[in-house]
Structure formats: structure tokens, C-alpha cells
Antibody, heavy 120, light 107 residues
């Protein structure tokens, strides 16, 4: 059974950085892309970027370029999302999500979410 | 970027009703559309992938259709557990995007 287990909640000050981990199990980690999606309080889903664990290729939504870095460690089947220069608008639940097929872009498994709160 | 516009943004229905949610893309995305259900405080759940393919374990009352720019999610007979928010998502472009969501509420 596929599981994506994310790291715990974070409280950060404006201007700081956060790095969220997503440990995968139950499938071949390098065979499926992983995306990161966030959800601000009371808002919809916002796609941030994807990474191909096998190739290391990445693609980021324009609004996050320059602030986001996605990486993976195949030896531990873990994906990471780092976001720098945090602002209060970055307060959200951050999810990792696995593609249902290769790098198809539809997500059949999600992490439990990581609450990131940015506050002075 | 491809914009995904869902309608309606909210919907009130009774148990047993047939419900349709629409998603319109800002340009043709062939069939690269997926639908999710999210209940309050829960993780999104994939219902339909590739426009019309039912994800394993999802009840058959859910169906999807469409092509090009216009796509629909239909619930043939709404059940109490279906009251939730629904999102469409495109993966035609390498920059993915979600619709803004449709909240389905009980009458």
C-alpha cells in the first residue's frame, strides 16, 4: 500500500525558509513524479511544482520560481520541498502527491499535509 | 498558463439528485483532466483521471466526460457522504493548475 508521510508542522518568521519532507513507501519511488500542492486557510488547491525522482527534472509554477526548490533522495525514497523568503501569505497546508502513472500529472496518493504558519 | 474555471462555485442538492459540475479550460487540453473530492480537514481524493477513468475504489455513481476545453463531473445520485468540495485539475501543460473548487452542500 502506498504511503506518503510528511514532516511535522512548522512555525516560521517572515523572511525565513522552510523545508518539508515527504517519505514514500509501497511503490517504486523513482517511477512516478511527485508534485507539491498547497492550500491556504479556506482556499482552494494551488499546484507549486513537480519533480521526477529518476531524472531530477523539475518544473515550478511561475509565482514560486526563485523561491522554491524540489529535491529527492532515492536512497531513502524521500522528496523535499524548500520554500525561502516566507511571507504571511505562505501560511498554508502543504501536500506532496504522487502521480497515478509515470509523470501523468494526476495524483492518486497524497501525504497527510504539513501546516506551515508564517507569523512574526 | 492554463486557467481552469469551475462552475458553479457552490451547489445545493438533495440526496438522490443528479449533480453536474463543469470545468472549462482557457485552451484545449485534450483529455488531461482529473477530478478530486475533498472533505473538510481531509486530504484530496482522486475520483476521475484522464477525463473519464474511474479511480479504483470510487463508486460508480461518479463519472466524467468532456474533451477540448469543456469537462464535466457527474454524480448520478448524490449520497450523504458526497457532500464535499470538488476540484478539477489539468495536466496537459507541464505547469499544472486546479479549478477554484465547487462546494456541494445538502439541501
Amino acid at each position: 500500500q502506498v504511503h506518503l508521510v510528511q514532516s511535522g508542522g512548522e512555525v516560521k518568521k517572515p523572511g525565513a525558509s522552510v523545508k518539508v519532507s515527504c517519505k514514500a513507501s509501497g511503490y517504486s519511488f523513482t517511477s512516478y513524479c511527485i508534485s507539491w500542492v498547497r492550500q491556504a486557510p479556506g482556499q482552494g488547491l494551488e499546484w507549486m511544482g513537480w519533480i521526477g525522482p529518476n531524472s531530477g527534472n523539475t518544473n515550478y509554477e511561475y509565482k514560486f520560481r526563485g523561491r522554491i526548490t524540489l529535491t529527492t533522495d532515492a536512497s531513502t525514497s524521500t522528496a523535499y520541498m524548500e520554500l525561502v523568503s516566507l511571507e504571511s501569505d505562505d501560511t498554508a497546508v502543504y501536500y506532496c502527491a504522487k502521480d497515478y502513472y509515470d509523470c501523468s500529472g494526476g495524483f492518486d496518493s497524497w501525504g497527510q499535509g504539513t501546516q506551515v504558519t508564517v507569523s512574526s | 498558463d492554463i486557467q481552469m474555471t469551475q462552475s458553479p462555485s457552490s451547489l445545493v442538492a438533495s440526496v438522490g439528485d443528479r449533480v453536474t459540475i463543469t470545468c472549462r479550460a482557457s485552451r484545449s487540453i485534450t483529455r488531461y483532466v482529473h477530478w478530486y473530492q475533498q472533505k473538510p480537514g481531509k486530504v484530496p481524493n482522486l475520483l476521475i483521471y484522464g477525463t473519464s477513468n474511474l479511480q479504483s475504489g470510487v463508486p460508480s455513481r461518479f463519472s466524467g466526460s468532456g474533451s477540448g476545453t469543456d469537462f464535466t463531473l457527474t454524480i448520478s445520485s448524490v449520497q450523504p457522504e458526497d457532500f464535499a468540495t470538488y476540484f478539477c485539475q489539468q495536466s496537459y501543460s507541464t505547469l499544472y493548475s486546479f479549478g477554484q473548487g465547487t462546494k456541494l452542500e445538502i439541501k
